[in-house]
């Protein structure tokens, strides 16, 4: 069985400070993990995904996020925040082929102050 | 190259009654999903299509939905009679590959069942 599991529901960080979006994972075998993004009224875009290549793995817009196995966590971060960042953020974990079930995590409303 | 588009964009009835959303996925994407987003929640999963066949149906709620994809092409959720507990957020998404692909996903249409 797989499930995923977003820590924060609302992260807010002043404009040009990190961001850290935390997501726990759990798999009985090699997952493939995603983070969505959602700006309002817009549809979910992929940010970035780990499909069991680099542990470090970089996507859009300057987030990334790492696969920490032992730590069963896949964590997104971006060095400095952006007013456009503004969004709700979704981890996903999927098995190793797309005909598994992909489970969505309840999701981070991220706020950026002036 | 457009995206996935749905429709309508936000729909509302009251309870008994019957509504029909539809998703046009990306041309040549023969996988289709369907997912759901209760107020609140977790995004689930309804089901998969490959072409025109019903992949995975296992997330639908109860008999009140209703899954079609038309000669493999755009697809219909109808539900029928709506409830209040069906109101939430439908999202459709779309991939080419059955492995590893990744989903795309329209901006979701948005039913309140009063």
């Known amino acids: 069985a797989q499930s995923v599991t977003q820590l924060d529901s609302h992260v807010s960080v002043s404009e040009g400070t990190p961001v850290l979006l935390r997501c726990n994972y759990s798999s009985s075998y090699s997952p493939s993990l995603f983070w969505y993004v959602q700006h309002p009224n817009k549809g979910l875009q992929l940010l970035l995904k780990y499909t069991s290549a680099a542990t470090l793995v970089k996507g859009i ?18 060095p400095s925040a952006h007013m456009s960042d503004a969004a709700e953020y979704f981890c996903v974990v999927r098995g190793y082929s797309s005909a598994s079930k992909i489970i969505f995590g309840s999701g981070t409303r991220l706020s950026i102050r002036p | 190259e457009a995206g996935v588009t749905q429709f309508p964009s936000h729909s509302v009835i009251e309870k008994g ?14 996988n289709l999903y369907w997912y759901r987003r209760v107020m609140g929640k977790e995004i689930k999963f309804l089901l998969h299509f490959v072409k025109e066949s019903k992949q995975d149906e296992s997330g639908m709620p109860n008999n009140r939905f209703l899954a079609e994809r038309t000669g493999g092409t755009y697809s219909t959720l109808k539900v029928q009679p709506a409830e209040l507990e069906d109101s939430g957020v439908y999202f459709c998404a779309s991939s080419q590959s059955r492995i590893q692909g990744e989903q795309f996903f329209g901006p979701g249409t948005r039913l309140t069942v009063l």
Do not use: M, Y
Not at chain 1, 68 to 78: P, V
Not at chain 2, 17 to 30: A, K
């Open chain 2, 17 to 30: 009654q019957t509504v029909t959303l539809r998703c046009d996925p990306i041309s040549g994407h023969d």
């Open chain 1, 61 to 78: 817009n300057g987030f990334e996020a790492e696969f920490k196995k032992s730590e069963t966590s896949f964590h997104l971060t971006k």
